[in-house]
């Protein structure tokens, strides 16, 4: 659906993307998460059209977003890390506006506006006007905006991002409900977020994809099976020699908390033994997205 090819972008003297490739299935809910300043944002703006690369191209549904962007841009729903609504709109007129600009009218609008607020929860705050919402109920309107003119494929820049508990896991629940039927990208900085939602996650820094694959095999492939966590009392700690252990394939020391990562738990008693007297606490766990992209990063 979506075929990233070669795409290099420089603002000034700093190279934002360097050389990205990328295929994106139809239907598929792509994840990209990356440190700030990763490429994410630059990235998703050239898919929609709103940059041009220096170098390399975007085709979307066969067409190319240099040669034809006025196509690409209405397949495409774009909701923003902030999403920048126009205050004095009442909601559903604000609908009606976004929906007439992408060529939508009359009675199939009105369908369509009737439609998605009730979709997003907010018919009841149709006639309110933004400036009242607070940021989870323009989130909301945001996502409806995004949705208006029934794009095939949906971007998603931090849709939860400062938002309460109840009101992320609503909208995670909506974007889960999106799945299979629109090609969604979705950016967020939550590791639990990528992996409960997306079917493929690509890990982005420098400007490039450093590793890529489904939630499972990310966390199987970099950390095996088990991760031992240990709270220590010093940073002196001997890591050369956890690193003898067959069973290691991994540490990362994080202020106080020593992570090791194994592919079995034989040797968990040995090496607990080696940290010794400078130990504090120590529990196992599964690895997480979060401690592959730790590690992916750094």
Request: one cysteine or more; a negative charge.
């Amino acid at each position: 659906m979506i075929n990233i090819s070669s795409l290099t972008k420089y603002f000034g003297k700093i190279q934002a993307l360097d050389n990205l490739n990328l295929e994106i299935e139809k239907g598929e809910l792509l994840g990209l998460i990356g440190p700030n300043g990763a490429g994410k944002t630059t990235a998703i703006r050239i898919i929609c059209g709103i940059l041009k690369p220096n170098h390399g191209d975007v085709v979307v549904g066969g067409y190319s977003v240099l040669k034809d962007p006025i196509r690409v841009k209405s397949m495409i729903g774009y909701l923003p890390e902030e999403p920048n609504l126009y205050e004095r709109f009442k909601a559903r007129d604000l609908l009606k506006y976004f929906g007439e600009l992408y060529g939508v009218s009359g009675e199939r609008l009105d369908d369509r506006v009737n439609e998605l607020l009730e979709l997003v929860g907010m018919e009841k705050r149709a006639e309110h006007r933004i400036n009242t919402f607070s940021k989870g109920l323009r989130q909301r309107i945001g996502i409806a905006r995004a949705l208006i003119h029934d794009p095939e494929i949906i971007i998603f820049d931090e849709p939860t991002m400062g938002l309460d508990p109840a009101t992320s896991i609503s909208i995670r629940s909506f974007i889960e409900g999106l799945k299979g039927e629109k090609t969604i990208i979705l950016c967020t900085h939550y590791m639990d977020e990528a992996d409960a939602l997306c079917d493929r996650v690509a890990i982005l820094n420098g400007g490039k994809i450093r590793d890529m694959g489904t939630p499972d095999y990310l966390k199987e492939k970099i950390h095996g099976q088990t991760i031992l966590q240990m709270k220590i009392k010093s940073l002196d700690v001997d890591t050369e020699k956890i690193n003898y252990f067959n069973s290691v394939e991994n540490i990362n020391l994080k202020g106080n908390e020593l992570l090791v990562s194994l592919n079995s738990k034989d040797e968990i008693s040995d090496i607990i033994n080696l940290v010794g007297h400078n130990l504090v606490s120590v529990n196992t766990k599964e690895p997480t997205l979060e401690d592959v992209f730790i590690h992916t990063v750094k």
